[in-house]
């Protein structure tokens, strides 16, 4: 019997899925027979998507979770094993991002983007792996970072940085926690057309962008289902550690 790339049996929890990638993972996950558990800020924001994954015969639960606040992680933790169980899989997707040159980035600027992209990552993963060890069970981690952290785009180095640092968090944590047959791994996507940057894609600028990309084009959503398939199921048993990158070429782009 072949390998496949269902998630039946499996509970995740998805932070940052109140927009954006985060809400359309949660539908790909859930198609493919995952319990989901949405995660924001605002619980109120994730309901219309909760009743519209449940409408389509989706197992889907909302809970409130600040990834910059401890406290909130271990509750949204203990809301979210209430209702569906020990959680086997997490997708760490809560991210901000913003535009300024470094010169003149603001500290407090630049903790909200560490404090959120990179320790708020550190804070889900390690209660995740707490969990787990405890109950003995094995899990998985996909950390959602970016081609910005293995390369660099100007008046982002904040998020940049951020970027990077996740990345080589995900292959720290992969060493330590495969003993605890917990995988880790990052998903590092290139520009993805969403709602929010729709219209910039449509001026000049975002034009000239996108013909740097080698495919000629933006990626759309439904191209991170495949990778993130891969990396939440059993298809991935002997990957920890690795990062994929979703681009079109952005990366091996000539300088």
């Known amino acids: 019997m072949g390998l496949t790339c ?3 049996g499996r509970n995740v929890l998805i932070t940052g899925a109140s927009s954006g990638l985060g809400r359309h993972f949660a539908s790909t996950l859930g198609a493919a ?3 989901v558990v949405l995660a924001a800020r605002r619980e109120s924001l994730l309901q219309d998507t909760v ?5 389509r015969g989706m197992s889907a639960h ?3 979770l600040d990834v910059r606040d401890p406290a909130s992680v271990s509750a949204a933790f ?4 209430s209702a569906a169980g020990v959680i086997d899989v997490v997708i760490n997707n809560a991210g901000v991002t913003s535009t300024a040159p470094a010169l003149d980035i603001s500290h407090d600027e630049w903790s909200r983007v560490l404090d959120t992209n990179l320790t708020g990552c550190f804070t889900v993963a390690q209660q995740a792996a707490r969990r787990l060890k ?3 069970r094995p899990g998985t981690i996909v950390n959602v970072a970016s081609i910005l952290g293995l390369r660099v785009a100007g008046m982002l180095s904040h998020y940049a940085a951020a ?3 996740l990345i080589q968090l995900t292959q720290a944590l992969a060493l330590e926690w495969a003993r605890y047959r917990i995988q880790v791994n990052a998903l590092c996507p290139g520009y993805i057309e969403t709602d929010l940057n729709r219209d910039f894609f449509q001026t000049e600028a975002g034009k000239a962008l996108i013909q740097r ?3 000629r084009r933006l990626g759309q959503l439904a191209d991170l289902d495949g990778p993130l398939l891969l990396l939440c199921s059993d298809a991935a048993a002997y990957m920890t550690g690795a990062v994929l990158a979703v681009d079109g070429g952005h990366l091996v782009s000539s300088l």
């Not at 009743?51 to 409408?55: P, S, V």
């Not at 203990?78 to 094993?81: E, G, I, K, P, S």
């Open 6 to 8: 269902s998630l039946h």
């Open 33 to 35: 027979g995952a319990t």
């Open 51 to 55: 009743a519209d994954l449940r409408a």
């Open 62 to 64: 909302a809970v409130a």
């Open 78 to 81: 203990d809301a979210a094993a």
């Open 134 to 136: 405890a109950a003995g």
């Open 163 to 165: 970027k990077a640092g």
């Open 213 to 215: 990309i080698p495919q």
